[in-house]
């Protein structure tokens, strides 16, 4: 299928972990100036062992802004996933940074964070293009999506050759309904290694949850932002991506 011919096959291995900064420049936003730095975490991110940076640069600026993404870049070789909504207006802003990867996401002003995963399938003949032109320019696409095999085809006839699953759904559920959450990433996480395609998850992890999630073998990444930034104000960034990184290892 189409993800096949751009991905190959996986392999089980180290889960990476992703660490998603918006939050750090979040707290600089609520007064300006430039403390705290979103790029002091991502050196911090790198020294300690993370995968990778995410960032989402949203149509408000709520938290990163433009100028962060080439300061990122510079400061450290981690990776840069750029998480971005499906307008002309990030497309070219990502092809101008060509960051690593590009996961694009369902953005609406009034939501505090991203709720839910992308319509893949009902928005294909607009995702289409933005997918083809990112690449075409070596940004390796990625679309966030709900664990749903109908999202899953969709990303398939798109010839995205990495999903991100959702796990909010499952990180608020409870007792039997969490299991019945967790089985579907699990099965949408094998629909998608099956067809080439890698996936990944994030959403809601937390120490308390992370490992049944980190334990499918088909996910080769998980990104996590908000859990983090808030432990890091009690114990420190270094020691809470440390402790997460630990809790994934175990899983595994």
């Known amino acids: 299928m189409a993800g096949a011919a751009a991905n190959a096959a996986l392999t089980p291995g180290r889960l990476r972990l ?9 707290i600089r936003n609520a007064r300006g100036g430039d403390h705290p730095d979103p790029v002091r975490a991502a050196e911090i991110v790198a020294a300690v062992g993370g995968d990778g940076i995410t960032a989402h640069l949203r149509e408000d600026r709520r938290h990163i802004r433009d100028e962060d993404l080439a300061r990122i870049q510079a400061a450290t070789d981690l990776p840069l996933n750029l998480e971005m909504a499906a307008t002309e207006e990030m497309l070219e802003i990502a092809l101008r ?13 009034e939501e505090r964070t991203t ?8 928005q294909h003949n607009r995702l289409a293009p933005i997918v083809a032109r990112l690449s075409d320019a070596g940004i390796r696409v990625s679309l966030f ?7 899953i085809e969709a990303a398939i006839r798109l010839g995205a050759p990495v999903v991100e699953l959702h796990t909010g759904e499952y990180a608020h559920a409870t007792g039997e309904t969490r299991a019945i959450e967790l089985k579907r990433i699990a099965d949408m996480a094998a629909l998608a290694a099956r067809n080439g395609i890698e996936p990944h998850a994030g959403h809601g ?10 334990a499918i073998p088909q996910l ?3 990104n996590i932002g908000h859990y983090l930034i808030g432990e890091a104000i009690f114990v420190g960034l270094e020691n809470a991506v440390r402790r997460m990184r630990d809790l994934m290892d175990e899983a595994r």
Do not use: F, K, M, S
């Open 205 to 214: 992890l937390t120490y308390e949850n992370v490992q049944p999630v980190a």
């Open 220 to 222: 080769a990444e998980l």
């Open 115 to 122: 709720e839910g995963g992308l319509d893949a399938a009902g």
């Open 18 to 26: 992703g660490v998603n900064i918006d939050h750090v420049a979040t």
């Open 97 to 109: 940074h060509r960051p690593h990867a590009a996961c694009i996401v369902p953005e609406r002003r």
């Open 145 to 151: 999506i709900a664990p749903e095999a109908r999202q």
